[in-house]
C-alpha cells in the first residue's frame, strides 16, 4: 500500500470559503507519488483548446509529463521542471510561463527502477519490451529515455484561433518531420486501459532533443543505447476544468476509439 | 479557476525513498476541495472485492462519501466524518475503523449551496431536480439530503468470501428492503458522463436513518421536506490499487454498460 493521503488542515488559505474541516479551516488532502493532469483528454478531443491553468500551476505538481498549450500551440514536454513548447514550424523553445494549458499530465520524477532494453528497431517495439518489463500493467507510469535516435519521426499541430474544431479533424492536418541520428529524450506516460476517456490508454510520448532545439509528439523512432529509467505512480489526480466552455463541450459523448485516432496518428516511418 | 495544488515538500514522511523533490525530500502536492476515491468501480465489477485500504485512511481523505467494504460485506455511507456499516440483514452498525475497503469515495464535504426541492414521487424525480439545478453537469458533485421519505427501497448485499465472482452477478441476490415513513440522509456522488468506468456516471446515493438503526444502497424513494445541500468538488483524486488482485482483474476491459446494470438495479416500487 502507497497510501500516503494525510490530513493536513490548515496548511495552506483556501479560495473558496469552507464549511468542513476542523476548526473552521480547510480540510486538505497531501500526496505523495501522484500522476497529476489538468482536464480530460476527452474535453481536448471534444474542442476545448483554450485553457486557464497557469503553467505555474502545472509546475507545482511535477517536474516531468507532457500536454499541449492553449490554442493547441505547440507540443508541451515537461523535462527536469522546465517546459519546453515544440512549435509547428519544428522549433523549440522555453515556454513563456505567464501562458496557460487547456491539457497537461505531470509528476514529480521520482525514478523507481530501470530498464535494460538495448536497441529497438520502431516505437512498438520499443512499447513492447517496456509491456514485458514494467512491474504492473495496472498501474500508470512516467518513462524516461535518454537515448540515440538514428531515425525519429515527430509531429506537431498549428494552432487553433477560430471557432471550435474537433481535435480528430485538427491533427489530419498534422505537421511531421523527420529526423536521424538525434540525441535526446523521450518523456513518457502510459496509462493503464481502465483510463478510458479521461487520458490516453497506453503510451504517449513526447521529445525533446539534448540541445533543446527540436521536439514534439512522437509518431516513430528508432532507437540504440538509451538508458531507461521508470515512475510507478500510486495516485491519480483530475483537476476538472472550471470554464464555461468545458461545460459546453461534450467530454462525456468521445469516444475511446476517437482518443487512439488522435494520439496514434503514427506514420510507419520507411528507413531513409 | 480553483486550482489549489500547491508544493508542500517535506511536510510529511514518504514510505517511499525518491529521488526527486528539493533537498532529496519527496515533492508532494496539497489539495483542496477534492472527491478522493479508492480503487475503481470497473475494478469492484470485475470481483476485486478484497480490498487493503484501512477505512482510516479513508476517512483521512473525506467525512461524507460512499462505497463499500472488504468481501462487500455491507453497504457503506460515510457521513459527518463516521462510517456505517448497512449489513445485508438489514440493520446498521458503527463500522469497525481496523476494517479495509475495496472501493469508496470520500470528500471532506463543504457545502456551495443548497436546492430547494419541496418533494419528489419517486428517485428518478428528485434527479431530474436536481439536474435542472445544480450549477454545471461537468463538475462532480457530493449531495446531502436530509429529509422525510414516505418511502424507500434500500438494497444491501451479502458478502461473497468464495472465489470471485462478477459484481453483476452478485446484485443479481441483492436483497431489498421497503421502509415507509423514515426520517434521514441520502448520502449522495454525482459524477459526470467522461468518468466512464472509473466511478458510477451519474448519481449514487447511500442512506442512514436519523437515528443510524436502518441504511443501505438507495433503489427508490418519496421525498418531502428535505434539505438539499450540494458541494461541488473541483478536483478527483484516484488511489490505484496496489494489490495483486487487482493487477488479475480486468479493469479495462469492464463496460459502462455493465457498471450501470450494477449501480441502478431499481425496482419501480409500487405504493403500499
Known amino acids: 500500500m502507497a497510501l500516503a493521503a494525510v490530513l493536513a488542515a490548515g496548511c495552506a488559505p483556501s479560495a473558496k470559503t469552507r464549511a468542513a474541516g476542523k476548526n473552521g479551516k480547510p480540510a486538505q488532502i497531501t500526496l505523495d507519488d501522484a500522476l497529476v493532469q489538468f482536464s480530460l483528454v476527452s474535453a481536448l478531443a471534444a474542442g476545448d483548446y483554450v485553457g486557464d491553468t497557469p503553467l505555474a500551476d502545472l509546475l507545482a505538481s511535477g517536474d516531468f509529463g507532457v500536454g499541449t498549450f492553449s490554442h493547441l500551440d505547440g507540443e508541451m514536454i515537461v523535462l527536469d521542471g522546465k517546459i519546453y513548447q515544440a512549435l509547428a514550424d519544428g522549433t523549440v523553445r522555453a515556454a513563456d510561463l505567464n501562458g496557460t494549458t487547456p491539457f497537461a499530465a505531470v509528476t514529480f520524477f521520482s525514478e523507481d527502477g530501470q530498464i535494460t532494453i538495448p536497441a529497438a528497431n520502431s516505437l512498438e517495439e520499443l512499447e513492447e519490451q517496456l509491456d514485458r518489463q514494467l512491474p504492473r500493467h495496472g498501474a500508470p507510469y512516467a518513462i524516461r529515455i535518454d537515448a540515440e535516435f538514428p531515425?525519429?519521426?515527430?509531429?506537431?499541430?498549428?494552432?487553433?484561433?477560430?471557432?471550435?474544431?474537433?481535435?480528430?479533424?485538427?491533427?489530419?492536418?498534422?505537421?511531421?518531420?523527420?529526423?536521424?541520428?538525434?540525441?535526446?529524450?523521450?518523456?513518457?506516460?502510459?496509462?493503464?486501459?481502465?483510463?478510458?476517456?479521461?487520458?490516453?490508454?497506453?503510451?504517449?510520448?513526447?521529445?525533446?532533443?539534448?540541445?533543446?532545439?527540436?521536439?514534439?509528439?512522437?509518431?516513430a523512432c528508432e532507437f540504440e543505447r538509451g538508458q531507461v529509467r521508470f515512475d510507478e505512480c500510486s495516485t491519480l489526480v483530475i483537476h476538472v476544468p472550471q470554464s464555461k466552455a468545458f461545460e459546453e463541450t461534450g467530454a462525456g459523448d468521445v469516444k475511446k476509439q476517437d482518443i487512439e485516432k488522435i494520439e496514434r496518428q503514427r506514420t510507419p516511418r520507411a528507413r531513409p
Open 151 to 219: 531515425t525519429l519521426t515527430l509531429r506537431s499541430v498549428r494552432p487553433v484561433y477560430s471557432a471550435r474544431e474537433p481535435l480528430v479533424d485538427v491533427v489530419k492536418d498534422q505537421i511531421t518531420w523527420e529526423h536521424e541520428q538525434l540525441r535526446g529524450t523521450l518523456v513518457g506516460l502510459r496509462y493503464p486501459g481502465w483510463i478510458d476517456t479521461l487520458n490516453v490508454a497506453g503510451y504517449h510520448w513526447h521529445f525533446v532533443s539534448y540541445d533543446r532545439t527540436i521536439g514534439g509528439h512522437v509518431l
